[in-house]
C-alpha cells in the first residue's frame, strides 16, 4: 500500500533558474520561504573561436524539462503531492540572444551568450552613428553600446545566418532571451506558445524605451531589426501561460525576472537604496532606485529592477557588472588545472592568506563596469620566485572582491549615500575566505541569508504573488525573516586601501591588449596582418639571399 501523502503547509510554489552553467528547478512553501527540494542539470559551453561563447537551445530546454520531472519524483519520494504546486517562475541568465523558427520550434542558430565578444567591430561600427551630443541609446535604454547586450548579438546574427535571414524574410523567425525560448516552449511551443519576455529582461536587449516601457522604433531602426520577431512586453508577475506537458502539466507559469532582479527580490530589497551583490559566472551589485531612473555618471547601468504586476509601478535600479567572477575559478580549474574542483579553491587560499603581492586582473571579456574597455584582457602580475598555485589562488579571490569594491565606490558617488554593510548571495557566497575578503576589501560587514537560493527565492515569490494565483504575499508584515550570516572587516582601513591602490595599478596594465582586430574577421593567422605578412616574407628572402651569398650551404 502507497504511504499516504505528506501533508504541507501551505501551497507549493516552483522556480526555474536557468543560468550559464546548469539549469536548476526548485520548490518552495509560500507560507514560510522553505525550500522543500531542487534537482539541478550541467550545461556546457561551446568557444568555437576565441571570444566566442555559444550555447545549444535544445540543451537548454532539455535540462529544464529534465529538472522539473526529477524535482516532481524527489517530492514524491518525499511523499508531498506536487498537485500542490500552484505557479511556476522563470528566472535566467540575461541578454544571451537565441533566434528559432516558430513553426518548427528549432532554434536556427546556437544561443549567443552574453559573455560572447564577436561583435565588437560591430558596436565600434554604430558607435561612430551615434552624436556625440546626442547618445539616444543610452538616455533611452540607461545602456552603454557594448557587445554584452542582446541587440548587437541579434544584428550579428541577422548579418552573417543565412537560415535566420531567410527565416526573417518568410515571417518564421522568432527572437527572444532565454525566458522568451523556455516560456514559449512550455507553453506549447508550436501549438500555440506564448511568446513574450517580461520588462527586465526587455531592459537588457538595448530595444526596450525603459520610461515608456515599449520596444521602441527609433531604436529598432537603428539596429535595423525588424519589430516583428520581438516577443509582447509583460509585467514580472502575471499569468502568461500554463504547462502544456510533463508532471506539471496546466499550472500556470506566472513569474518571470531575469536573474539579478530575482536576486534583488528575493533578498527583499523592496526599499529605496537597498542593494545586493550575485556572486556566479559574473558578479552583479544592483541598487533599489524606486521609481527614479537614475542614470550614472560613473560607468554603471540604469536598468528595470521589477514591475510585481501589471497595475504595479516598474522599480529601477543601478546596476554594476563584473563580467569574470566564478569563471575565473572555473578557468583556474579547467585551463591550468591548478584545481580539482573550484571548491578547493578555498583551501588553498586558506594555506597561504594572502597573494604575497600578486594580483589576478581577470579581463578575459574586457572589462565591464565602471570601465567598459573591451580592449583589456586578463594579466597575473607581481609574480617572483616565491609565488606558486595558492597565491594566484587567492590573488583571484581577492580580484573579485576588488571588483565589487569598484562598482561599490561608483555606486557610492552616483547616489550620495554610503553603504553600512552589503547583502551578498550566489553559490560562491559559501567560501567563508571570499566573504572575509569582501568586508575586508570593502571595509564594511558583509550580510549573507542562509538561504543562499535567493534567485529562485524571488522568482517563486514573484509567480506566487501573481493576480490569479496570489498563493504568496508580499506586503511587509507577511514576508519571512531571514536568518542571516555576518562577516566584520578585520583589516585596518589603511592596509584595505594599500591593497586596492595596487589593484588599481595592475587593472591599468591590462588596458589596451586589443586592437580593432575583429573576432568576427576570416583567419587570425600572422599573414591576415598585410604589413606584418611582408615584413615576414622579405625578411625570408633576405635570410635566406644571405646565405647563400656567404656560401652557406
Same mark, same amino acid.
Given at each position: ?191 500555440? #506558445?506564448?511568446? %513574450?519576455?517580461?520588462?527586465? =529582461?526587455?531592459? $537588457?536587449?538595448?530595444? !526596450?524605451?525603459? *520610461?515608456? &516601457? ?65 556572486? #556566479?559566472?559574473? %558578479?552583479?551589485?544592483?541598487? =533599489?532606485?524606486? $521609481?527614479?531612473?537614475? !542614470?550614472?555618471? *560613473?560607468? &554603471? ?253
Amino acid at each position: 500500500m502507497a504511504a499516504p501523502k505528506k501533508a504541507v503547509e501551505g501551497p507549493l510554489v516552483g522556480a526555474v533558474v536557468q543560468g550559464t552553467d546548469c539549469s536548476r528547478f526548485l520548490v518552495f512553501n509560500s507560507k514560510t520561504a522553505e525550500l522543500l527540494t531542487h534537482y539541478q542539470v550541467e550545461l556546457t559551453q561551446e568557444f568555437p573561436k576565441e571570444g566566442w561563447v555559444e550555447q545549444d537551445p535544445k540543451e537548454i530546454l532539455q535540462s529544464v524539462y529534465e529538472c522539473i520531472e526529477k524535482t516532481c519524483e524527489k517530492l514524491d519520494k518525499l511523499n508531498i503531492d506536487i498537485s500542490n504546486i500552484k505557479a511556476i517562475g522563470v528566472s535566467n541568465q540575461r541578454e544571451t540572444t537565441i533566434v528559432w523558427d516558430k513553426l518548427t520550434g528549432e532554434p536556427l542558430y546556437n544561443a549567443v551568450v552574453w559573455l560572447d565578444l564577436r561583435t565588437q567591430a560591430t558596436v565600434e561600427n554604430l558607435s561612430k552613428k551615434i552624436p556625440g551630443n546626442n547618445n539616444f541609446v543610452k538616455s533611452k535604454t540607461g545602456l552603454p553600446l557594448s557587445t554584452y547586450f542582446s541587440a548587437v548579438k541579434l544584428r550579428w546574427i541577422l548579418d552573417n545566418v543565412r537560415k535566420v535571414q531567410k527565416a526573417v524574410e518568410d515571417g518564421r523567425a522568432l527572437f527572444g532571451t532565454i525566458d522568451s525560448w523556455l516560456i514559449w516552449s512550455l507553453t506549447g511551443g508550436v501549438n500555440g #506558445g506564448v511568446h %513574450c519576455t517580461d520588462v527586465t =529582461n526587455a531592459s $537588457r536587449t538595448m530595444l !526596450f524605451n525603459i *520610461h515608456s &516601457l515599449e520596444w521602441d522604433k527609433e531604436l529598432c531602426e537603428f539596429f535595423e531589426i525588424p519589430m516583428d520577431i520581438l516577443p509582447k512586453v509583460w509585467s514580472s508577475s502575471e499569468i502568461y501561460g500554463q504547462m502544456k506537458t510533463g508532471s506539471l502539466e496546466g499550472v500556470p507559469i506566472s513569474g518571470c525576472l531575469g536573474d539579478q532582479s530575482a536576486a534583488l527580490v528575493g533578498q527583499m530589497c523592496f526599499q529605496e537604496g537597498q542593494a545586493k551583490n550575485t556572486y #556566479g559566472t559574473g %558578479c552583479f551589485l544592483l541598487c =533599489n532606485t524606486g $521609481r527614479n531612473c537614475v !542614470f550614472s555618471e *560613473h560607468g &554603471l547601468l540604469t536598468t528595470v529592477a521589477y514591475k510585481l504586476g501589471r497595475d504595479k509601478p516598474v522599480i529601477y535600479a543601478l546596476e554594476g557588472s563584473v563580467a569574470i567572477a566564478g569563471a575565473a575559478v572555473h578557468w583556474l580549474k579547467d585551463n591550468l588545472g591548478i584545481l580539482e574542483t573550484s571548491e578547493e579553491i578555498e583551501i588553498l587560499a586558506k594555506e597561504v592568506g594572502t597573494s604575497y603581492g600578486c594580483y589576478f586582473i581577470p579581463a578575459f571579456s574586457g572589462l565591464y563596469a565602471p570601465y567598459w574597455e573591451p580592449s583589456a584582457r586578463g594579466i597575473i602580475c607581481g609574480l617572483t620566485q616565491f609565488t606558486n598555485k595558492c597565491h594566484i589562488a587567492f590573488a583571484a579571490l581577492e580580484a573579485i572582491c576588488f571588483q565589487t569594491r569598484e562598482i561599490l565606490d561608483a555606486m557610492i558617488r552616483d547616489c550620495g549615500i554610503p553603504f553600512n554593510h552589503l547583502q551578498v548571495d550566489g553559490k560562491m557566497t559559501n567560501n567563508k575566505i571570499l566573504m572575509q575578503l569582501q568586508a575586508d576589501i570593502l571595509h564594511i560587514p558583509i550580510v549573507k541569508p542562509c538561504i543562499i537560493e535567493t534567485t529562485a527565492l524571488g522568482v517563486a515569490m514573484a509567480a506566487g504573488a501573481a493576480e490569479g494565483v496570489g498563493v504568496w504575499s508580499l506586503a511587509p508584515e507577511n514576508l519571512s525573516a531571514i536568518v542571516m550570516e555576518r562577516f566584520e572587516p578585520q583589516i585596518k582601513a589603511t592596509e584595505s586601501e594599500i591593497r586596492y591602490a595596487t589593484w588599481k595599478r595592475a587593472v591599468m596594465k591590462s588596458m589596451g591588449w586589443v586592437t580593432t582586430q575583429s573576432p568576427e574577421s576570416g583567419d587570425p593567422s600572422i599573414f591576415s596582418s598585410l604589413p606584418l605578412g611582408i615584413f615576414i616574407v622579405s625578411s625570408m628572402i633576405m635570410l635566406i639571399g644571405a646565405r647563400y651569398i656567404s656560401g652557406i650551404p
